[in-house]
């Protein structure tokens, strides 16, 4: 009696505690299961539950051959809200777990058998809880417990659900490659400078713009020497403006890159951020690099092209206020001078110059609102090109030698193709100051018209050659020995391409250009 009191009293000790689970392990009807009632269970088994009760670690057991589970409060969120939860206690293991077991029987046999304990990180093993399959990760520990006979008698799981870690561990990561899709997709080059060491981490294309080794670490003093000279200075004091005491950590600086490799030249916009600690002192300082070359040209063009405007715009206003001044006094003076006419001629000249100027800003316009129409009609090229060189050369100056087609009936813009043609016509006159030939040649095949404008002049230098029709593009745009507003030839290149052609030119300096374009033989356009 004595010892069965004792053994009660003992078989509640162990039991104490350990919240909801501690109750329902305590009010839990064992004698239906193998193990049968508390008061028969061995020391091992209630020391066990009684660590695993009063732990706030989740902790979970599988007991004797059946392997009937047990586990605390700290593990009961783990089993979700309408689970398995609080069906497993004094579950059978292979009753309670189908969905895993072929996983995890294998780990219970090896530590039952007396092998090592396991060891899992961020494992994921899907469990059924709050009504589905649900993705859950661990991280956790199989370990045996002997029994009184000194063999193992059960599996104790200590574990961690990391379900949590993972997502956001998986969601830095997925945020990661969508940074470094954007990175890639925008075409930018990246860059995080140590300011101790002052060596930086770049990605792989800011090392090909520098022409820099793919080495993981490269000094800034490498990069520095990959920009142009007069550069360097003015990128180093930025710098250290920037990672300077007191600063607000704003980095901006555009520089042009000398590849270290093959020389070629980039324009770059380095932007950047220098991050202070408490005291002060620069920690970090990270930023991109986008290459504006092109944005950066057009610019300067821009630029250029203005100043180019008003001087090329003045020059026929000068002109024609000084013949209307003339007239207004001759028609007060002398109204019947011979002078007269001959300042009506200048001033419509120079009126007339205006009015070409004023069209080609106009067609630029269009262009870039996307309201270049075409008016596709049937008409004969040869004829076009004949008068248009008529039109030009009314006093005989220039010797026009036409070849290859006498007539060729095509389908495209009256108008505008007559625009491209005193255009290219008009170069090859402007820009041959010393040759008075220039050749015409009219080609087709089955799909295509061909016209080129031969002339012998000054040519072009072949390193322009790639700008020629960008957009006031000049090859010689501070010599104001041609006038013109470098606009000509991109209007053409643009009035060709709406007709789903081809514009180019061969040309070599001193010995003339041949510019050509073709156009489809077909009346698509027109349909
Ligand atoms: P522009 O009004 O300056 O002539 P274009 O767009 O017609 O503008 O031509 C762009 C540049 O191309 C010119 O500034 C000139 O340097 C060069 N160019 C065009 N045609 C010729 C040519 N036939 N021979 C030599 N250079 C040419």
């Known amino acids: ?210 022409g820099l080794p793919y080495d993981t670490e490269i000094a800034l003093e490498s990069a520095v020497a990959a920009m142009v000279e007069e550069d360097r200075e003015r990128v180093n004091e930025t710098i250290a403006k920037a990672m300077a005491k007191g600063s607000d950590g704003s980095y901006n600086v555009i520089y042009t890159i000398q590849n270290l490799k093959d020389g070629a030249r980039r324009i770059v916009e380095a932007k950047g951020r220098a991050l202070f600690d408490s005291e002060g002192n620069v920690y970090q300082f990270s930023g991109i690099l986008q290459d504006v070359t092109e944005a950066f040209q057009l610019q300067v063009r821009k630029d250029e092209f203005i100043s180019v405007a008003s001087h090329e715009l003045k020059t026929p206003i000068t002109s024609l206020s000084a013949s209307m001044q003339i007239l207004q006094k001759l028609v007060k003076t002398d109204p019947a001078s011979d002078k007269v006419p001959m300042f009506v001629n200048k001033a419509s000249n120079n009126l007339s110059k205006l009015v070409h100027l004023l069209d080609d800003l106009l067609n630029v316009t269009k262009i870039q609102q996307g309201q270049l129409a075409l008016n596709i009609n049937r008409f004969d090229i040869v004829e076009l090109i004949r008068d248009c060189t008529e039109h030009i050369n009314p006093t005989n100056d220039y010797e026009f030698v036409f070849m290859g ?65 960008d957009r006031y593009y000049r090859v010689d745009s501070f010599g104001h020995q041609f006038s013109g507003l470098g606009l000509g030839l991109y209007i053409s290149s643009e009035i060709i391409t709406r007709h789903n052609g081809k514009i180019g030119v061969d040309s070599e300096v001193g010995g003339g250009s041949n510019f050509w374009f073709s156009i489809p033989m077909d009346d698509t356009l027109a349909l």
């Open 1 to 210: 009696m004595n010892t069965a009191t004792g053994t009660q009293t003992s078989h509640n000790n162990y039991l104490q505690g350990g919240g909801e689970m501690g109750q329902l392990t305590r009010e839990f009807d064992w004698s239906k299961t193998v193990l049968g009632s508390p008061n028969n269970w061995s020391q091992s088994l209630l020391t066990t539950i009684s660590i695993i009760l009063n732990s706030r670690f989740p902790m979970f057991l599988w007991w004797g051959p059946e392997l009937i589970q047990f586990y605390n409060d700290a593990y009961r969120p783990s089993m979700g809200q309408n689970g398995k939860h609080p069906k497993a206690l004094g579950q059978r293991g292979a009753d309670c777990w189908p969905e895993i077991w072929p996983v995890i029987k294998p780990l219970i046999d090896q530590v039952m058998s007396g092998g090592e304990s396991t060891w899992s990180e961020n494992q994921l093993i899907p469990i059924y809880r709050n009504n589905k399959l649900e993705d859950v990760y661990w991280t956790f520990s199989y370990s045996k417990v002997l029994d009184e006979t000194g063999n193992p008698g059960g599996v104790l799981v200590i574990c961690n659900e990391t379900t949590q870690q993972v997502q956001s561990f998986n969601n830095l990561e997925s945020a990661k490659n969508e940074l470094e899709f954007a990175i890639e997709a925008a075409d930018l080059g990246t860059w995080d400078l140590n300011p101790k060491t002052l060596k930086f981490i770049g990605n792989d294309r800011l090392k090909d713009w520098f």
């Open 405 to 469: 087609d006498e007539e060729l009936m095509i389908y495209a813009d009256y108008r505008r193709i007559d625009q491209v043609m005193i255009n290219l016509i008009g170069n090859a006159i402007k820009y041959s100051p010393s040759s008075k030939r220039i050749e015409i040649t009219v080609m087709h095949d089955d799909e295509r018209a061909t016209v080129c404008v031969r002339d012998f002049g000054i040519g072009i230098n072949p390193q322009k050659l790639p700008h020629l029709f």
